[in-house]
């Protein structure tokens, strides 16, 4: 299987512990993406890698949240002290840079349902 | 105000026949992509379809097409040929060129094939 893969698929946990997460993006791809996504709503943008660089965060990702690339390659997403609104789906993205930014094609993993309790 | 809308919750059409998911958006940049997902109930978001500012056809791929309107700044996806496996949440998304990388998304409609 050539696409994005991210484990684990469902992952239960209590409030305040801290969960990571990982996403392999598809192995050509230089360009990696998180996003979440809560239940009856449309993704929402967390943040973004360019190789290992994170080059854009959103203001959702609160001090809480963080995430690393650190070989330009698979990338993990943590969060620390978790809390009940956490409670979503995490979804990874790849794409080849190109210099048509407008033209590139995200391709999703099939995402990480995060639980807490 | 909502950068892509996605007025149709919910939706059904019965097998075989075609249907028209709506979607409008909103930017002031001149170069952007427009992109349709199928996100089944197993979650993972998949790629139907592209559409560039820029293109002068409207794109389609196998059953699908976008049915873009630029000037009332629309990109509708019309599925042909209706099909049980096609029952999925369908959401259209925009890149703007600076705006940025991210994927902006609508809140999505649920596609439901009668059979």
């Known amino acids: 299987d050539t696409g994005v893969s991210q484990n684990p698929r469902h992952k239960i946990t209590k409030r305040g512990q801290n969960v990571t997460f990982r996403c392999d993006p598809i192995s050509e791809h230089n360009r990696l993406y998180w996003y979440r996504q809560t239940l009856g709503q449309g993704p929402e943008f967390l943040t973004y890698f360019q190789n290992e660089a994170q080059l854009e965060k959103s203001r959702l990702l609160s001090d809480r949240f963080s995430a690393e690339r650190p070989k330009g390659s698979f990338s993990t997403l943590e969060i620390q002290r978790t809390e009940q609104g956490d409670s979503a789906m995490y979804l990874c993205?790849?794409?080849?840079?190109?210099?048509?930014?407008?033209?590139?094609?995200?391709?999703f993993g099939p995402g990480t349902r995060l639980l807490v309790l | 105000a909502q950068k892509i809308t996605q007025t149709q919750p919910g939706m059904f059409v019965q097998e075989k026949e075609a249907v028209t998911l709506d979607c409008t958006y909103d930017?002031?940049?001149?170069?952007?992509?427009l992109f349709w997902y199928k996100q089944p109930s197993s979650g993972e978001m998949i790629f139907l379809i592209y559409?560039?500012?820029?293109?002068?056809q409207n794109a389609t791929e196998g059953r699908y097409s976008l049915n873009f309107q630029k000037a009332r700044k629309s990109a509708n996806l019309v599925i042909s040929a209706s099909q049980l496996g096609d029952s999925a949440m369908y959401f259209c998304?925009?890149?703007?060129?600076?705006?940025?990388?991210?994927?902006?998304f609508g809140g999505g409609t649920r596609l439901m094939v009668k059979p």
């Open positions: 993205a790849s794409s080849i840079g190109g210099r048509d930014r407008a033209r590139e094609t995200q391709y």
């Open positions: 930017t002031s940049d001149p170069s952007y992509g």
């Open positions: 998304a925009m890149r703007e060129a600076n705006a940025g990388n991210m994927l902006t």
């Open positions: 559409q560039g500012s820029y293109d002068q």
